[in-house]
C-alpha cells in the first residue's frame, strides 16, 4: 500500500515517520511545496520506505497530481487547502484523514459523491478536532439523558514567557482565527454562533500546569453530529492566565482585521502586520510544550446524575524530538489511517471521527493511543 503525507511541517513528519513502520505499508510519499521541507522530512524520518515529491500544493488539481498514484492519504495543510484536497481524494479515489475540521457543512455535502468513488474521508481528525470529539461522543453513549458535553484542549509552554504566556505550536494563522471568528456550538438541537472569547472560565490542571482561562471555539463536526443527543455542546481552548485578555484588546482595536491599511502609502493587510509583529513573541523560551485536555459528558444514568471525565496532560516528546502538540495531533490521524487500510473502518462517505470512534471501537483505539505514547485517563463521578 502506498500512502501520501501532504505537508511535512512537524505534524506531517510526525505523521510519514510513524505511519512508514507499519509493514503492509509499502511507500510513503511526502509531498511539500518547499524543498527544503522536504530535506528535512526525509533526514528526520530517516526510513527506507519514505520518499519526498517536491510539488506545489496550491490548488484541487495540484493536489490531484501529487495524490492519483497512492491508496491513501494524510493532509497536514492549512485550512484554505482542506476542501481541495476532499475534492481531489474523491477524484482519485483514495482515502483521506484530514486534520483540519472547519467547514464541515459544505464538506459533508460531498458524502454521496465519496461513497460512489469507495473511499472513506475523515475531516478533522487530530487532537482538537478529534480527541476532543470521539471522547465526547463516547461519553453522550454512555449516558441515558444526556445534558452537556463540555471539549475543553489547549497547546500551552511549558516555560511560559511574558506577555503573552504562549508559544506557536502550529500556524500562526490558524491560532489568530480564535481571538476573532465566532465560536460555533449547539443548543437544545439547534446550532448557535457564541461570540469570540466569550464564556471565559478558570481551569486548573494538575501540576506543573495549575491554573489557566478557557474561552469558547469552534465545537467544528460535533456541532452538527451531536446536537440531536445531547442538549448543549461546545469546545473551549486553554491558555495561562492573561493570554485571552490581551488578545481581546487586539482584537477590539482592529489589529487582528483582515482589512488592508495604508502605512505612509504603502498597503498592508492589518492582520498580516500583526502576524509579523507577534511571531518573535510567540517563540517561547524553549520548544517543549504541554498539551491539555478534558472532555466531560454530564447527565443521567440509572437515574442518578452522572459526569463522564477524560483528562490528558502530554508533554514535549523527548524520545521523538517532536512537540507534544505535534505527537498528539499527528497519531490519531495516522492511526485512523491505519485502521482504515487494514479494513477496522469499512464506512465510506465523509465520516467524522465522532461517528467511527466509539462503542466497541473507543477502547481498542484508546489503547493504540497509549502504545503510541498518548495517555487518556477515565474518571466516573455519580451525584448520590
Given amino acids: 500500500m502506498k500512502v501520501a503525507v501532504l505537508g511535512t511541517g512537524m505534524i506531517g513528519n510526525t505523521v510519514a515517520r510513524e505511519i512508514a513502520e507499519y509493514r503492509h505499508i509499502d511507500h510513503v510519499v511526502a509531498v511539500d511545496g518547499i524543498k527544503e521541507n522536504i530535506e528535512k522530512c526525509l533526514d528526520l524520518t530517516g526510513h527506507e520506505k519514505v520518499s519526498g515529491r517536491h510539488m506545489n500544493l496550491a490548488n484541487e488539481?495540484?493536489?490531484?497530481?501529487?495524490?492519483?498514484?497512492?491508496d491513501a492519504v494524510i493532509a497536514c495543510l492549512p485550512h484554505s487547502l482542506s476542501m481541495p484536497a476532499i475534492k481531489a481524494a474523491i477524484h482519485a479515489k483514495c482515502h483521506l484523514v484530514d486534520l483540519v475540521g472547519t467547514e464541515y457543512e459544505e464538506k459533508s455535502k460531498?458524502?454521496?459523491q465519496a461513497k460512489e468513488a469507495g473511499v472513506t474521508i475523515v475531516p478533522g481528525c487530530g487532537v482538537a478536532p478529534g480527541?476532543?470529539?470521539?471522547?465526547?461522543?463516547?461519553?453522550?453513549?454512555?449516558?441515558?439523558?444526556?445534558?452537556e458535553a463540555i471539549m475543553i484542549c489547549g497547546g500551552i509552554p511549558k516555560d511560559p514567557q511574558p506577555p503573552l504566556k504562549y508559544q506557536v505550536?502550529?500556524?500562526?494563522?490558524?491560532?489568530?482565527?480564535?481571538?476573532?471568528?465566532?465560536?460555533?456550538?449547539?443548543?437544545?438541537?439547534e446550532l448557535v454562533?457564541?461570540?469570540?472569547?466569550?464564556?471565559?472560565?478558570?481551569?486548573?490542571?494538575?501540576?506543573?500546569?495549575?491554573?489557566?482561562?478557557?474561552?469558547?471555539?469552534?465545537?467544528h463536526s460535533t456541532a452538527y453530529t451531536l446536537k440531536d443527543k445531547v442538549k448543549k455542546i461546545y469546545e473551549k481552548t486553554v491558555r495561562y492566565d492573561g493570554h485571552w485578555d490581551k488578545m481581546a484588546v487586539l482584537a477590539e482595536l482592529g489589529f487582528l482585521d483582515n482589512k488592508i491599511i495604508s502605512v505612509d502609502d504603502v498597503e498592508i493587510n492589518a492582520k498580516k502586520l500583526t502576524e509579523k509583529i507577534l511571531e518573535p513573541q510567540l517563540s517561547g523560551k524553549s520548544v517543549e510544550d504541554i498539551t491539555v485536555v478534558r472532555v466531560t459528558a454530564s447527565g443521567k444514568k440509572n437515574g442518578k446524575e452522572t459526569t463522564y471525565i477524560w483528562e490528558m496532560i502530554d508533554y514535549y516528546d523527548h524520545d521523538r524530538g517532536i512537540t507534544s502538540?505535534?505527537?498528539?495531533?499527528?497519531?490519531?490521524?495516522?492511526?485512523m489511517m491505519n485502521w482504515i487500510l487494514t479494513g477496522k473502518v469499512p464506512e465510506t462517505g465523509i465520516v467524522p471521527v465522532e461517528k467511527l470512534i466509539i462503542g466497541d471501537r473507543f477502547g481498542e483505539f484508546i489503547s493504540e493511543l497509549r502504545e503510541k505514547g498518548i495517555k487518556i485517563n477515565q474518571y466516573e463521578r455519580i451525584s448520590l
Fill in 193 to 219: 454562533y457564541l461570540p469570540p472569547l466569550s464564556g471565559k472560565e478558570k481551569i486548573t490542571f494538575p501540576e506543573p500546569v495549575g491554573e489557566c482561562e478557557a474561552v469558547v471555539t469552534d465545537a
Fill in 110 to 112: 460531498w458524502n454521496q
Fill in 131 to 147: 480527541i476532543t470529539n470521539f471522547l465526547a461522543a463516547q461519553g453522550i453513549e454512555l449516558l441515558d439523558e444526556a445534558e
Fill in 325 to 335: 502538540m505535534a505527537k498528539t495531533t499527528a497519531i490519531p490521524a495516522m492511526l
Fill in 169 to 189: 505550536v502550529f500556524r500562526l494563522e490558524s491560532v489568530l482565527g480564535l481571538y476573532t471568528r465566532p465560536a460555533l456550538a449547539a443548543e437544545n438541537g
Fill in 61 to 70: 488539481n495540484d493536489i490531484y497530481e501529487a495524490i492519483k498514484d497512492v
